[in-house]
Nanobody, 120 residues
Framework: QVHLVESGGGLVQAGGSLRLSCAAS????????MGWYRQAPGKQRALVAQ???????NYADLVKGRFTISRDNAKNTVYLQMNSLKPEDTAVYYC??????????????WGQGTQVTVSS
């Protein structure tokens, strides 16, 4: 199994910044991709950004130019730097890892989520 621990959420005013972190632990063979998703009340969970082990990145259109995802492979950690935050960025942010552990084919693992609230 892969255990994901998220941190860095909180309350911030519009225009402010937050940095989310997600550290993966467990009997990890390879983390193929890590990313962030978010779910606002009454909405489905949606991709925010993801990064592969080769540092290829993908962003949702709504966050392009404002959010930056990065990854420290040595620490099995992914970061999401969020700038110019807007009230519509308010959501629970979930970390996802597509990873292979000893004896188990690659599959998705999810963190517990961290709340991000942007006040207007």
């Amino acid at each position: 199994q892969v255990h994901l621990v998220e941190s860095g959420g909180g309350l911030v005013q519009a225009g402010g910044s937050l940095r989310l972190s997600c550290a993966a632990s467990g009997s990890i063979v390879n983390i193929i991709a890590m990313g962030w998703y978010r779910q606002a009340p009454g909405k489905q969970r949606a991709l925010v950004a993801q990064v592969t082990s080769g540092t290829l990145t993908n962003y949702a259109d709504l966050v392009k130019g404002r959010f930056t995802i990065s990854r420290d492979n040595a620490k099995n950690t992914v970061y999401l730097q969020m700038n110019s935050l807007k009230p519509e960025d308010t959501a629970v942010y979930y970390c996802r890892a597509f990873a292979e552990v000893v004896g188990v084919p690659p599959q998705d693992y999810w963190g517990q989520g961290t709340q991000v609230t942007v006040s207007s």
